[in-house]
């Protein structure tokens, strides 16, 4: 079998529905559990929708870029453009069973140098879950940084959660 090719490139408006596939099997349910960065045990809820997703895809403030092996999506990442030199980074999504193998880094990567071209951002924030331990960790290690504020988990759940906001100079 000859390995295929690896791109990171826009997602297209036809691929809302293997996106949603995929953000979900990687965030939820028992198929998450293969991978180290699921919310599985935190939430049931779904993690987005094909209509969202298709919204994202339509807007020009925001950037969808996936990572696809061949025509098979591996994994995504959200870049939105926000005021004041800023981007966002969101939806960073790998198959969980090729959680291994680098792909974070280098749509974390891509993402970056995306925020810095199309929206001029000088810098990139984020959120993580404040439970999420690991991946704060995960994240420190490529250069994000806590700024101190603590955000509300958009839906209500019982144990209440709350997102920790991160934020890199980009360039």
């Given at each position: 079998?000859?390995?295929?090719?690896?791109?990171?490139?826009?997602?297209?408006?036809?691929?809302?529905?293997?996106?949603?596939?995929?953000?979900?099997?990687?965030?939820?349910?028992?198929s998450a559990r293969a991978g180290w960065t699921h919310e599985a045990d935190l939430l049931e809820t779904p993690r987005s929708s094909v209509?969202?997703?298709?919204?994202?895809?339509?807007?020009?403030?925001?950037?969808?870029?996936?990572?696809?092996?061949?025509?098979?999506?591996?994994?995504?990442?959200?870049?939105?453009?926000?005021?004041?030199?800023?981007?966002?980074?969101?939806?960073?999504?790998?198959?969980?069973?090729?959680?291994?193998?680098?792909?974070?880094?280098?749509?974390?990567?891509?993402?970056?140098?995306?925020?810095?071209?199309?929206?001029?951002?000088?810098?990139?924030?984020?959120?993580?879950?404040?439970?999420?331990?690991?991946?704060?960790?995960?994240?420190?290690?490529?250069?994000?940084?806590?700024?101190?504020?603590?955000?509300?988990?958009?839906?209500?759940?019982?144990?209440?959660?709350?997102?920790?906001?991160?934020?890199?100079?980009?360039?």
């Amino acid at each position: 079998m000859t390995a295929q090719l690896l791109t990171i490139r826009p997602a297209r408006p036809d691929e809302a529905d293997a996106l949603h596939a995929l953000v979900e099997r990687a965030y939820r349910g028992q198929s998450a559990r293969a991978g180290w960065t699921h919310e599985a045990d935190l939430l049931e809820t779904p993690r987005s929708s094909v209509e969202t997703l298709a919204a994202v895809l339509a807007d020009p403030g925001e950037l969808l870029l996936v990572l696809a092996e061949g025509e098979r999506l591996v994994g995504c990442v959200q870049v939105s453009g926000r005021a004041g030199g800023a981007a966002y980074l969101g939806l960073l999504t790998v198959d969980p069973s090729r959680q291994a193998d680098g792909f974070g880094k280098q749509l974390i990567a891509a993402a970056e140098d995306a925020a810095a071209e199309r929206f001029g951002a000088a810098r990139m924030e984020l959120s993580v879950v404040h439970l999420r331990a690991e991946l704060i960790a995960w994240y420190q290690r490529r250069g994000y940084r806590l700024t101190g504020e603590e955000r509300p988990f958009p839906v209500a759940v019982e144990p209440p959660l709350s997102l920790l906001v991160m934020e890199k100079a980009l360039g």
